[in-house]
């Protein structure tokens, strides 16, 4: 059973950066990939981005293309969540996301994966 516990989330005013951590512990294969997804109150949770455990390719969504970088090590079995010029609307519980894969793949559907954390909140101030 994976378990993942994100961190590093908080208040930050407009333009300002934050890293978000996801620790994953009892994984117990390399060929996998982890998303973030967030959900802001009233609306649906959305995809942000997503990186493969093997080879680091990533996919992000169209509107924090240029501003977020997702990356992981491997060897900490961490993968993070850098966030810059953030906005009031990237308010919202971020959630960090896990699941195997036997070929390199990711996924911007929350239903493809299968390991969860619990969420950390992020708040952007105007």
């Known amino acids: 059973q994976v378990q993942l516990v994100e961190s590093g989330g908080g208040l930050v005013q407009a333009g300002g950066s934050l890293r978000l951590s996801c620790v994953a512990s009892?994984?117990?294969?390399?060929?996998?990939?982890a998303g973030w997804f967030r959900q802001a109150p009233g609306k649906e949770r959305e995809f942000v981005a997503a990186?493969?455990?093997?080879?680091?390719?990533?996919v992000y969504e169209d509107s924090v293309k240029g501003r977020f970088t997702i990356s992981r090590d491997s060897a900490k079995n961490t993968v993070y969540l850098q966030m810059n010029s953030l906005k009031p609307e990237d308010t919202a519980v971020y959630y960090c996301?896990?699941?195997?894969?036997?070929?390199?793949?990711?996924?911007?559907?929350?239903?493809?994966?299968?390991?969860w954390g619990q969420g950390t909140q992020v708040t952007v101030s105007s």
């Open positions: 009892g994984r117990t294969y390399r060929n996998y990939f």
């Open positions: 996301a896990d699941a195997y894969t036997d070929t390199v793949y990711l996924s911007r559907q929350s239903r493809e994966y299968d390991y």
């Open positions: 990186i493969t455990g093997i080879g680091g390719i990533t």
